[in-house]
């Protein structure tokens, strides 16, 4: 089991760039989930797919960050532009669903925007 | 929405002692309390949960208690290690259809050689 992948684990840029994190499931896992972790606000829910369809996105925090999932084995968490304020650590999630399930997590990717 | 408190919020402890970690939650319908443990430059990893039709669950060193009455459910872990160090979240939940956890602040937990 190769377990959820994230790319980058690390990006630096600067401010009013265009930045696309990535995710990579475990194969077989129906819901996808996007968190970010800060020390000020623990870690918050973005967004989540159910069967590639975004269900809940009520977390994501202005236009200015949009999530796609094209098919079950991807999904990208765009922010265009960036600010400094969204330096973090994103996470993906994933979970076979079907009644609340354990959710598996990726290692982050660490953003930082200068 | 669930309201999730932890407490402590660190915890140091010699090696070899028992720790507790307990969490509290708001919303009555809950009936799902997992706990997560998160390294660091790691992604938070489930280490043990829990139903409501369940009181106490146990996986050798580690067993979660819920008080369903009370709304909290806690951590222990016993013979503490080295390894047990990191930052542990409770994430109380509904399995109402909709698949959202949301994560108390963390729990720091050094273990002392």
């Known amino acids: 089991d190769a377990g959820v992948i994230q790319s980058p684990r690390h990006e630096v840029t600067e401010m009013g760039q265009e930045v696309t994190l990535r995710c990579k499931p475990i194969s077989g896992h129906d819901y996808l989930f996007w968190y970010r972790q800060t020390m000020m606000r623990g870690l918050e829910l973005l967004i989540y797919f159910n069967n590639n369809v975004p269900i809940d996105d009520s977390g994501m925090p202005e236009d200015r960050f949009s999530a796609k999932m094209p098919n079950a084995s991807f999904s990208t968490l765009k922010i265009q532009p960036s600010e400094p304020r969204d330096s973090a650590v994103y996470f993906c999630?994933?979970?076979?669903?079907?009644?609340?399930?354990?959710?598996?997590f990726g290692d982050g990717t660490r953003l930082s925007i200068l | 929405g669930e309201n999730v408190e932890q407490h402590p919020s660190t915890l140091s402890v010699q090696e070899g002692d028992s720790a507790v970690i307990k969490c509290t939650y708001s919303d009555s319908a809950s009936n799902y309390f997992p706990w997560y443990k998160q390294e660091l430059g790691k992604g938070p990893q489930l280490i043990i949960d829990?139903?409501?039709?369940?009181g106490e669950k146990k996986d050798q060193r580690i067993a979660v208690t819920l008080n369903k009455t009370a709304k909290h459910f806690s951590l222990h872990i016993t013979e503490t290690q080295p390894e047990d160090s990191a930052v542990y979240f409770c994430a109380p939940t509904w399995s109402s259809g909709s698949e959202k956890l949301v994560f108390g602040k963390g729990t720091k937990l050094t273990v002392n050689p």
């Open positions: 829990i139903r409501s039709n369940v």
């Open positions: 999630a994933s979970s076979p669903g079907q009644v609340v399930q354990p959710q598996h």
